[in-house]
């Protein structure tokens, strides 16, 4: 906390509270507000803090003059001039009307009847001090009488705890007050009376609600943000400890919310938030408890639900996300992959609970997204050999444990190897070979997969330089897994054009191979950066198409050579040699379009022979060959 401390004073807040100053040093402050909100609230804070110390110091002027100066008023009653007795009450008044305006007064019998009420109520609830009498005279009696039979506490100073009321003014707006009551004793130490003082809290009341809710509440979509959803989830857990029952934390995250911003804008994605926290808020029952922790990350916690019962709970959750959305003009789908960790099994305490459920939603979001699934312990183990994978990864490019396998590309038609594609691996020293289904999401979650990638490309341009060497006379042609990460971040029309040159090699002889996806994330920019790349004369060849998204509209400004269909199409061939007709349509769409069209997957004979038969270009697959090795791969291409 002490460099929010420094960061405010350096902002102009040195005149800070000394209460305020130290307990900032000594509580950690942590919440869900930027460098300006932090400084804002705390200004509030600090405010509320000097104004507090200045009424405290008034009540305690106040108090002093009226209680001890009653006291010794009544004391000297009979050895005091009337002249200076006449004095000190004069006194006494004018100190009091200089409190009117901020403050009324009342003084009750020893019965708690009022015998007087100041007129400055007036000014404060529009009430004379009559009509105040008969409105709240029997309120003020039997509700609010300084309590001495029931032996409270009387402060230092001589009165009770001051405590608040609602009551409504004379228009019938509730207003806030707070009440503080001394009993008045005479010299046999009988009540004769009590005296009040009342203050008009309903601003500060307002000024608290507004810090509550900038320290608690998100500011978009106006459900709780992570550090009340821990405030709550502390209750809950003891709550829930001693009446031995149970609850479930499900961590929520959009599947390609990110694709909505970079594609329409925040403002349509702000939107999309604020209607989805709106809806699943609705369908919550009491006690339930829902906070959005992150940009297009929620957190629910749902009470005392057996599995069944969780499970259905969970299915209508993803019926309500992925129902289509109205934002604006635009008509949105959108999924959630959703993780659920239970109390007590999952754990028993929010960073275990929270942390397991995060874990279980990255689960879901490996498994399709679109789903949702339960925690389980074999996850740690799973997460621990990915935090152990991760720590090592960045070393493991500069220490060259990386390497290829190359799997040949083969011409249908005459049966000739004509490139193969680069397939990277991970020869860890411990672990032994890893492959790409292992490491890559990790790479491309923590950004590694820029710096994995540049390696990429220039391994690449070193392979086929080194082949030119092994076997001059055989051309030798490559193609590469592109991220999308690399678009989004990298000059990859940079990178590719100084590691061609770096290791003198034609760019023609390098080929990317890109996602449909890509084209999801801004197409204008993909479709320019695709084409300042193709400027350089690199090959593009657009993978797994079929099963993204549809790039149809897309296909006819892009200057793709290759068009790969994805496995799953070769697979739902027939043994028998029954037409296959989407098949069939994508390998005539990539003929019409002048691509070269390849069949990745294939493994068995008739596959080929189908292939072959439709007049599609290339294939890749464990018919002809798996991935092998740099030194397996020359026997290919010997000339």
Not at 347 to 354: H, N, T
Not at 356 to 372: C, E, P, V
Not at 407 to 429: D, G, Y
């Amino acid at each position: 906390m002490i460099h929010q401390v420094k960061m405010c004073e350096k902002e102009g807040l040195r005149g800070m509270n000394p209460l305020l100053r130290y307990q900032l040093h000594t509580i950690d402050f942590s919440g869900d507000l930027d460098e300006l909100q932090t400084i804002t609230f705390l200004n509030m804070v600090n405010k509320a803090y000097d104004k507090a110390d200045e009424e405290r110091a008034l009540w305690e002027k106040m108090f002093s003059a009226s209680s001890k100066g009653r006291k010794s008023l009544y004391r000297r009653v009979k050895s005091q001039s009337t002249d200076k007795l006449a004095f000190t009450e004069n006194k006494y008044q004018r100190m009091l009307l200089s409190l009117e305006p901020f403050y009324f007064f009342y003084t009750k019998d020893d019965e708690g009847k009022f015998s007087y009420v100041s007129e400055s109520v007036h000014g404060m609830l529009g009430f004379s001090g009559q009509e105040f009498i008969e409105r709240y005279g029997d309120y003020f009696m039997h509700g609010l009488r300084c309590d001495l039979e029931s032996g409270l506490l009387i402060s230092e100073y001589g009165y009770n705890t001051p405590y608040e009321v609602e009551i409504f003014d004379s228009e019938g707006a509730t207003r806030h007050i707070e009440i503080t009551e001394v009993p008045i004793f005479n010299d046999e130490g009988v009540l004769v009376e009590i005296e009040g003082i009342v203050r008009d809290v309903t601003d500060q009341n307002k000024m608290q609600h507004k810090i509550s809710n900038m320290l608690y509440y998100d500011a978009l979509t106006g459900i709780s943000n992570r550090l009340h959803l821990e405030v709550l989830m502390e209750k809950l857990l003891l709550e829930t400890y001693r009446k031995k029952s149970r609850f479930a934390v499900l961590f929520i995250d959009l599947d390609y919310f990110k694709h909505i911003n970079d594609t329409l804008g925040h403002d349509v994605g702000d939107s999309l938030l604020q209607v989805i926290a709106e809806t699943i808020e609705k369908t919550l029952e009491t006690g339930d408890i829902f906070a959005r922790i992150g940009g297009d990350e929620f957190v629910i916690v749902l009470r005392d639900l057996q599995d069944e019962e969780l499970a259905v709970r969970l299915q209508r959750l993803m019926e309500i996300i992925s129902r289509p959305w109205k934002v604006n003009e635009y008509a949105l789908h959108i999924s959630a992959s959703i993780g659920v960790a239970r109390y007590p099994e999952d754990g028993k305490s929010i960073v275990d609970l929270m942390k397991n459920a995060d874990i279980a939603m990255y689960r879901a979001k490996a498994s399709g997204r679109n789903n949702f699934t339960f925690f389980e312990q074999s996850f740690n183990q799973t997460i621990h050999m990915e935090m152990s994978l991760i720590q090592d990864m960045s070393a493991a490019i500069d220490n060259g444990e990386f390497l290829f396998h190359y799997q040949p590309k083969v011409r249908l038609s005459t049966n000739e190897v004509t490139s193969a594609e680069a397939l990277i691996r991970w020869m860890h020293p411990k672990m032994g070979l890893i492959y790409p289904n292992t490491f890559i999401d990790l790479a491309e979650n923590t950004g590694l997969i820029l710096k994995l990638g540049r390696w990429v490309i220039e391994e690449a341009c070193r392979s086929i330089a080194w082949f030119d060497q092994i076997n001059p006379k055989k051309q030798f042609n490559l193609s590469i897994n592109i991220s999308i990460r690399q678009f989004q971040h990298e000059d990859l029309y940079q990178v590719l054009k100084d590691a061609t040159e770096k290791y003198g090699v034609d760019p023609s002889r390098l080929s990317i191979e890109i996602t449909e996806s890509i084209m999801m994330e801004n197409n204008l920019d993909m479709i320019h950066k695709l084409n300042q790349i193709k400027s350089l004369n690199v090959g593009i060849s657009l993978d797994d198409f079929g099963t993204g998204y549809s790039t149809l509209s897309y296909l006819d400004k892009l200057s793709v050579d290759e068009l790969k269909i994805d496995k799953a199409f070769i697979d739902a061939i027939p043994e028998d040699g029954e037409e296959n007709i989407l098949l069939d349509t994508i390998i005539a769409m990539g003929k019409t379009l002048n691509m070269s069209v390849v069949a990745e997957g294939v493994e068995y004979e008739y596959q080929r022979a189908y292939l072959e038969k439709k007049e599609c270009d290339i294939y890749q697959g464990y018919l002809f060959s798996k991935p092998v090795s740099k030194q397996e791969c020359v026997q290919y291409f010997k000339g």
